[in-house]
């Protein structure tokens, strides 16, 4: 099982709709569950898939190989928009972490999540929000 905020995942498909016909990416962070303000019906220590970072190269990153985009141990998974659709799961072992891919028409039912593996994981989506300073 695979926890977002619905803030998160809203904001994710809003950047994918406007995006397409272009793919984005972005990186995913967590915040424990028992971080959060109203109280959640899950174990304290669930990840909560809460935050995103922004894509793309930065002058550092073009010349260093260092993306300052992202901190570093921070990243726990990654979303991945396909305009055109998708009909497979990753790679098997080449996810590397849990990734949520999307597809048109860019609402909750068009969004899968996979683990490390490349099984298909269900999302539980938590109407609920961070606390202002769980920005990893």
Do not use: C
């Amino acid at each position: 099982m695979v926890y977002a905020t619905r803030g998160l995942l809203t904001i994710l498909l809003e950047y994918a709709r406007t995006e397409a016909p272009e793919p984005v990416v972005f990186t995913l962070s967590t915040t424990p569950a028992g971080s959060f303000t109203e109280p959640l019906s899950v174990p304290e220590e669930t990840p909560v898939f809460s935050h995103f970072y922004l894509a793309g190269d930065t002058s550092v990153s073009a010349v260093f190989g260092v993306d300052l985009n992202n901190p570093a141990k921070k990243s726990h998974g990654r979303f991945v928009s396909y305009p055109d659709g998708f009909d497979d799961s990753p790679a098997s072992g080449k996810v590397g972490s849990t990734v949520f891919i999307a597809t048109p028409p860019w609402d909750d039912d068009s969004v899968r999540v996979y683990d490390a593996t490349g099984t298909e994981q269900p999302l539980t989506i938590v109407d609920a929000e961070p606390p202002e300073d769980a920005l990893p």
